[in-house]
């Protein structure tokens, strides 16, 4: 059992032990080799079988949305999903009192989609993610990855690998890590292209869209009960439709619903089947709605939960070039 795994569950079982909460929220073993998926924890028998490894993957505080749960509960959180932990708080969604956060600092996801032709998923035994590769240990060998061949895109240009909040931080803070990638340049070229050359990309990858709403249902920012892309196609402009103009309408109405709120947490693009990079539209907006409103960066820490999304507030001088 690993370092990290055995903190975990006796953290866990602590926490149930002496009534704190009635449920842990973390990971455990999934069905096929190397994944994981979420597991409630309300017994010391089930917190026996929680994990803490690189295939730790899945946000779990969106599960923890509010009514979904009523008991005082723990989540485990890594820096990205410490603050969707944030937004979920600032938009009423969890209970400061009710949930206890449990921060992991993280060094970075491994992605096995990338790493499948390298070596065999079925087959690994250790993953050792570090600032200057990845290790990747199986019954035969151990083989040494760069953090671009094995990780998550979204964890190449990390800039919040410890949590922003936390109750307790278990394991040690992680220094810096390494800029593999930098989205912001990314979403700049794009943006310095041509109206023609944008609307070609944007169409390019919106015809493939699937409307299966996995980018949505991932968002801690996306929380509506009923949200109107659900409707049934025939009853109005905005429902479920396929086309690409649909799939244009749904892409652009949530970039604007999540303006000013999105926390940069990389999910909505990490669970698209079809990789669609819609985060890069979402930062896009992030980086204008700083120009015009001089938020800067949001969600970093638990002081901000008090600061109201630009959007959900007003202020006399705010910019109007629009009227
Ligand atoms: S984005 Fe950062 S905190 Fe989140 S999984 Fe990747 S490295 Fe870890
Ligand atoms: S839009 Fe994407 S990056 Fe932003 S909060 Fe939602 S899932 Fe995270
Ligand atoms: S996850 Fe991808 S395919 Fe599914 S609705 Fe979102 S953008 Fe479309």
């Given at each position: 059992?690993s370092k990290e795994t055995e903190l975990v569950r006796n953290k866990a079982k602590e926490l149930?032990?002496?009534?704190?909460?009635?449920?842990v929220?973390g990971y455990?073993?999934?069905?096929?080799?190397?994944?994981?998926?979420?597991?409630?924890?309300?017994?010391?028998?089930?917190?026996?079988?929680l994990i803490w490894n690189?295939?730790c993957?899945?946000?779990?505080?969106?599960?923890?949305?509010?009514?979904?749960?009523?008991?005082?509960?723990a989540v485990f959180v890594k820096g990205?999903d410490s603050?969707?932990?944030?937004?979920?708080?600032?938009?009423?969604?969890?209970?400061?009192?009710?949930?206890i956060v449990l921060g992991i600092p993280c060094?970075?996801?491994?992605?096995?989609?990338?790493?499948?032709?390298?070596?065999?998923?079925?087959?690994?035994?250790?993953?050792?993610?570090?600032?200057?590769?990845?290790?990747?240990?199986?019954?035969?060998?151990?083989?040494?990855?760069?953090?671009?061949?094995?990780?998550?895109?979204?964890?190449?240009?990390?800039?919040?690998p410890n949590p922003?909040?936390a109750d307790e931080v278990i394991g040690n803070e992680v220094?810096?890590?390494?800029?593999?990638?930098?989205?912001?340049?990314?979403?700049?070229?794009?943006?310095?292209?041509?109206?023609?050359?944008?609307?070609?990309?944007?169409?390019?990858?919106?015809?493939?869209?699937?409307?299966?709403?996995?980018?949505?249902?991932?968002?801690?920012?996306?929380?509506?009960?009923?949200?109107?892309?659900?409707?049934?196609?025939?009853?109005?402009?905005?429902?479920?439709?396929?086309?690409?103009?649909?799939?244009?309408?749904?892409?652009?109405?949530?970039?604007?619903?999540?303006?000013?709120?999105?926390?940069?947490?990389?999910?909505?693009?990490?669970?698209?089947?079809?990789?669609?990079?819609?985060?890069?539209?979402?930062?896009?907006?992030?980086?204008?709605?700083?120009?015009?409103?001089?938020?800067?960066?949001?969600?970093?820490?638990?002081?901000?939960?008090?600061?109201?999304?630009?959007?959900?507030?007003?202020?006399?001088?705010?910019?109007?070039?629009?009227?």
């Amino acid at each position: 059992m690993s370092k990290e795994t055995e903190l975990v569950r006796n953290k866990a079982k602590e926490l149930l032990e002496d009534g704190d909460v009635e449920l842990v929220v973390g990971y455990e073993e999934g069905t096929y080799p190397s994944r994981t998926t979420p597991l409630f924890a309300d017994t010391l028998e089930k917190a026996e079988r929680l994990i803490w490894n690189p295939f730790c993957v899945n946000s779990l505080p969106k599960l923890l949305s509010k009514g979904h749960f009523e008991d005082k509960l723990a989540v485990f959180v890594k820096g990205c999903d410490s603050r969707t932990v944030i937004r979920l708080l600032q938009d009423n969604q969890l209970d400061r009192d009710e949930v206890i956060v449990l921060g992991i600092p993280c060094n970075g996801n491994v992605d096995l989609d990338k790493i499948k032709d390298k070596v065999d998923i079925t087959t690994i035994i250790e993953v050792e993610v570090t600032n200057n590769g990845v290790n990747v240990k199986t019954e035969g060998s151990t083989e040494e990855l760069s953090r671009e061949e094995a990780l998550y895109d979204k964890c190449l240009d990390c800039r919040f690998p410890n949590p922003v909040i936390a109750d307790e931080v278990i394991g040690n803070e992680v220094s810096e890590l390494p800029k593999n990638k930098n989205k912001d340049d990314e979403v700049a070229s794009l943006a310095n292209k041509s109206v023609a050359e944008k609307n070609e990309f944007w169409e390019a990858h919106f015809e493939r869209c699937l409307r299966c709403y996995a980018c949505r249902n991932a968002c801690s920012a996306c929380t509506c009960r009923d949200c109107l892309f659900d409707r049934d196609e025939r009853s109005t402009w905005l429902a479920k439709g396929k086309t690409l103009s649909d799939n244009e309408a749904f892409h652009i109405t949530r970039a604007f619903h999540v303006a000013g709120r999105c926390v940069d947490c990389g999910e909505c693009e990490r669970v698209c089947p079809v990789g669609i990079p819609v985060q890069k539209l979402n930062r896009k907006i992030s980086l204008d709605m700083d120009n015009l409103f001089g938020i800067g960066e949001i969600a970093t820490s638990e002081d901000d939960i008090d600061n109201p999304p630009p959007l959900g507030t007003f202020l006399t001088e705010d910019p109007e070039e629009f009227m």
